[in-house]
């Protein structure tokens, strides 16, 4: 009887103990995803603040780009697709863009360049409705391919036309 009793009581505060695991668990996913749409401070990423919705940014991004001849290869509407499927997230959208002329001598000077290239450019909103516009900053794909500088121009016009999007 008495085993009984104490593998009873072993039951029950197991049983507690997992419940209030499994809640941590599930309170550090949401955090998670509150924070995950926050601008990063580091690994490379630039984060500019829009003064325009992100369609707002997107449509002077994409006018930019043509009116300076660059190519927009896609526009990923992540949030779209999300939606399609069911699942809701912010406004977010990505631009893939570039120019031949300049991203070929960068792929021939160092091929692994060619995993970051198109550029791209990434508008969203957070949770307080702000609008961020961010891109990999040219000294970070300088460091992680080892680029020489006479070649970072022909990628230095992401921060340009960020820039001048959110403006």
Request: without cysteine; charged residues 20%; aromatic residues 4%.
């Given at each position: 009887?008495?085993?009984?009793?104490?593998?009873?009581?072993?039951?029950?505060?197991?049983?507690?103990?997992?419940?209030?695991?499994?809640?941590?668990?599930?309170?550090?996913?949401?955090?998670?995803?509150?924070?995950?749409m926050?601008?990063?401070?580091?690994?490379?990423?630039?984060?500019?603040?829009?003064?325009?919705?992100v369609?707002?940014?997107?449509?002077?991004?994409?006018?930019?780009?043509?009116?300076?001849?660059?190519?927009?290869?896609?526009?990923?509407?992540?949030?779209?697709?999300?939606?399609?499927?069911?699942?809701?997230?912010?406004?977010?959208?990505?631009?893939?863009?570039?120019?031949?002329?300049?991203?070929?001598?960068?792929?021939?000077?160092?091929?692994?360049?060619?995993?970051?290239?198109?550029?791209?450019?990434?508008?969203?909103?957070?949770?307080?409705?702000?609008?961020?516009?961010?891109?990999?900053?040219?000294?970070?794909?300088?460091?992680?391919?080892?680029?020489?500088t006479?070649?970072?121009?022909?990628?230095?016009?992401?921060?340009?036309?960020?820039?001048?999007?959110?403006?």
């Amino acid at each position: 009887m008495l085993i009984a009793l104490f593998l009873a009581l072993v039951g029950i505060a197991m049983t507690i103990y997992l419940v209030s695991v499994h809640a941590s668990a599930a309170a550090d996913t949401e955090k998670k995803q509150e924070i995950s749409m926050t601008p990063a401070d580091n690994k490379g990423i630039v984060n500019t603040l829009s003064n325009h919705s992100v369609d707002e940014t997107v449509d002077r991004l994409n006018n930019i780009l043509q009116s300076k001849g660059v190519t927009l290869f896609a526009l990923v509407d992540h949030s779209g697709e999300a939606e399609k499927t069911g699942m809701r997230m912010p406004p977010t959208k990505l631009l893939i863009f570039g120019n031949p002329k300049a991203g070929t001598p960068l792929m021939l000077a160092v091929p692994s360049v060619a995993i970051d290239l198109p550029l791209k450019i990434l508008v969203w909103e957070d949770a307080h409705k702000k609008t961020w516009v961010s891109y990999n900053s040219s000294a970070y794909l300088q460091e992680r391919h080892n680029l020489r500088t006479e070649l970072l121009q022909n990628i230095e016009v992401v921060e340009t036309l960020a820039a001048k999007a959110a403006e």
